[in-house]
């Protein structure tokens, strides 16, 4: 059964604190694998795709790694204004309908 | 580029009647829209999936004569909740497929029913 997990589901940083988000997925035939930003009370905003492992994507504080089994999101120096639930979510099966993991909220604190 | 628009944004309505929402692609054309629910707190659930031209293919457990999907153009597709209830009340989401796997998502809807 495809799959996706996400941990953990809450994290506290304080402003420069660097760390990561993980998503471990099974999935038959992996179409794209995707990182979604979500603020409350409003729809998810793309972020990133990766097709395959060892792929890699930035975009400001923000990387994305991607392994056959997990993919990382790596945040560096954070601020603030990066708080949110952050989604990851695959797409492949039979059906490739996108499969979400239940999300990190992150907060960063100043 | 890749904004899809939703409306409205929030929608207050008394039980028994019906409700419409609208998913926009602005600014590209979406062969296939999905529709989600999403509760306090909780993930994005699937409900449907929709097609230009073709009927909408809905989850398990998703009432077909409850939400009805029309999705009559490449860059609009419409949810009808009809005969709404306060259990229908819910966050709901779409989102368009951009056509390299991607999907893009509106702003939400926020439905509550009295």
């Known amino acids: 059964e495809d799959q996706v997990t996400q941990s953990p589901e809450a994290l506290r940083l304080q402003e420069g604190e660097s760390s990561s988000l993980n998503c471990s997925y099974t999935?038959?035939?992996?179409?794209?694998l995707f990182w979604y930003r979500q603020d409350p009370g409003k729809g998810p905003e793309f972020l990133f795709t990766l097709y395959s492992a060892g792929e890699e994507k930035e975009k400001e504080r923000l990387k994305a790694t991607l392994t056959k089994k997990e993919s990382f999101l790596h945040i560096t120096a954070p601020k603030p204004e990066d708080s949110a639930t952050y989604l990851c979510?695959?797409?492949?099966?039979?059906?490739?309908?996108?499969?979400f993991g239940k999300g990190t909220k992150l907060s960063v604190k100043p | 580029g890749a904004v899809v628009s939703q409306h409205p944004s929030r929608v207050i309505c008394k039980s028994g009647t019906s409700v419409k929402i609208e998913c926009r692609s602005l600014?590209?054309?979406?062969?296939?829209m999905f529709w989600y629910r999403q509760f306090p707190k909780k993930s994005l659930m699937l409900m449907a999936t929709?097609?230009?031209?073709?009927?909408?293919?809905?989850e398990q457990g998703v009432e077909k004569d409850k939400f009805l999907i029309n999705h009559a153009s490449l860059t609009l597709s419409t949810l009808t909740v009809t005969s709404a209830h306060p259990e229908d009340s819910s966050f709901y989401i779409c989102?368009?497929?951009?056509?390299?796997?991607?999907?893009?998502f509106g702003p939400g809807t926020r439905l509550t029913v009295t």
């Open positions: 979510a695959v797409r492949g099966g039979s059906q490739g309908n996108l499969i």
């Open positions: 989102s368009a497929d951009s056509g390299n796997y991607e999907q893009y």
């Open positions: 999935v038959s035939g992996l179409r794209g």
């Open positions: 600014d590209f054309q979406a062969t296939t």
């Open positions: 929709s097609n230009e031209g073709s009927k909408a293919t809905y």
